[in-house]
């Protein structure tokens, strides 16, 4: 069984959330589909965010699409130079 090196989860990891939203590259995005079938682990997150997506949906009104730029914004600032979601380098 092939296993996924650590760095390669990280990569993926960066890009998962555009990933999920449709937002990746479609050369990022081949890439993370890749991964996911491969790699349990990571397939297990990205069906955690699935499923809490699903639940933020159903419980009420849709967050201000500023405030999740704004959260996005500190969350790139946070991540520093390597994890901006800005850039989605794989």
């Known amino acids: 069984m092939f296993t996924w090196t650590r760095s390669e989860c990280q990569r993926v990891a960066r890009v998962l959330q555009a990933w999920l939203d ?3 590259e479609a050369a990022a995005s081949a890439r993370v ?3 996911l079938e491969a790699c349990r682990a990571c397939g297990l997150d990205a069906a955690t965010y699935l499923a809490i997506r699903s639940a ?3 419980s009420g009104p849709k ?3 500023d405030a999740v730029d704004r959260l996005r914004r500190f969350a ?3 991540a520093g130079p390597q994890g901006a979601t800005e850039s989605l380098p794989m």
């Open 63 to 65: 967050v201000d699409g």
């Open 22 to 24: 449709g937002e990746a």
């Open 76 to 78: 790139d600032e946070l």
């Open 56 to 58: 933020l949906a159903a």
């Open 33 to 35: 589909v890749e991964h």
